[in-house]
Nanobody, 123 residues
Framework: QVQLVESGGGLVQAGDSLRLSCAAS????????MGWFRQAPGKEREFVAG????????SYADSVKGRFTISRDNAKNTVYLQMNSLKPEDTAVYYC????????????????WGQGTQVTVSS
């Protein structure tokens, strides 16, 4: 049974930083491309960042490019999302997702999802 468990969310002020973590278990982690998505109240789930299974290729939504960094540690079965210069519009529940493929995709067609972690950015 594959499980993804996110952590690291919280309440911060605009301009602050947070690092989200997503720990995977029950799978060969290095076989999966990983993605971070977010969903704000009343909005659809949207792609934030993605990372190839090797860690060598990344992709970002335009809204977070230059502020967020996705990375992974295959030895620890963990993917991270470093979020800097946070803005109130970054407020959402953040989900990590795993897809059995070499590269991430932008649509939410992933095999496994975490339960989400809340990020709230106050102005």
């Amino acid at each position: 049974q594959v499980q993804l468990v996110e952590s690291g969310g919280g309440l911060v002020q605009a301009g602050d930083s947070l690092r989200l973590s997503c720990a995977a278990s029950g799978c060969t982690f290095s076989s999966y491309a990983m993605g971070w998505f977010r969903q704000a109240p009343g909005k659809e789930r949207e792609f934030v960042a993605g990372l190839s299974r090797s860690g060598g290729s990344t992709s970002y939504a335009d809204s977070v490019k230059g502020r967020f960094t996705i990375s992974r540690d295959n030895a620890k079965n963990t993917v991270y999302l470093q979020m800097n210069s946070l803005k109130p519009e970054d407020t959402a529940v953040y989900y990590c997702a795993a897809r059995y493929s070499s590269y991430p995709i932008l649509r939410p067609d992933y095999d496994y999802w975490g339960q989400g972690t809340q990020v709230t950015v106050s102005s």
